[in-house]
Nanobody, 125 residues
C-alpha cells in the first residue's frame, strides 16, 4: 500500500517556475514506477512525466519536454516535478501516482493504483 500527498502548487506568472513534491508512505516507494498527471477543467487527465522504479529512465509528454524534470529521492520517499518556463496552458490540478512494485511504466492513468489528492497550479499570462 502506498499513500501519496502532493504539495508545492500555487499561482505563478508565465515564464516562472514551481517545484511540486509528492511525499509517499509505504515501503514500496523505491520499487514503484511513479508519474505526474494533470487535469485541466473540462479535459481528461493526461500524463506529464514518468519515472521508472529504478529512477534510471524518465519520460515526458511532448508538451512539457525540455521544461519539466521528474526525479525521486528514495531516501526521503519523495517524488518531485521541477517546472520551468511555465505557460498558461500548464494550468491544471497536478496529481502524483504510483504503479504496483516492479511493473513497467505506463502512460494511461488507469494503470496507476495509487493517487494523491492533487495540487492546483495556475499560470497567469
Amino acid at each position: 500500500q502506498v499513500q501519496l500527498g502532493e504539495s508545492g502548487g500555487g499561482v505563478v506568472q508565465a515564464g516562472g517556475s514551481l517545484r511540486l513534491s509528492c511525499a509517499a508512505s509505504g515501503r514500496t516507494f523505491s520499487s514503484s514506477p511513479m508519474a505526474w498527471f494533470r487535469q485541466a477543467p473540462g479535459k481528461e487527465r493526461e500524463y506529464v512525466a514518468i519515472i521508472d522504479w529504478s529512477g534510471d529512465s524518465t519520460y515526458y509528454a511532448d508538451s512539457v519536454k525540455g521544461r519539466f524534470t521528474i526525479s525521486k529521492d528514495n531516501a526521503k520517499n519523495t517524488l518531485y516535478l521541477q517546472m520551468n518556463s511555465l505557460k498558461p496552458e500548464d494550468t491544471a490540478v497536478y496529481y502524483c501516482a504510483a504503479r504496483p512494485t516492479r511493473t513497467p511504466v505506463a502512460v494511461s492513468p488507469r494503470a496507476y493504483a495509487y493517487w494523491g489528492q492533487g495540487t492546483q497550479v495556475t499560470v497567469s499570462s
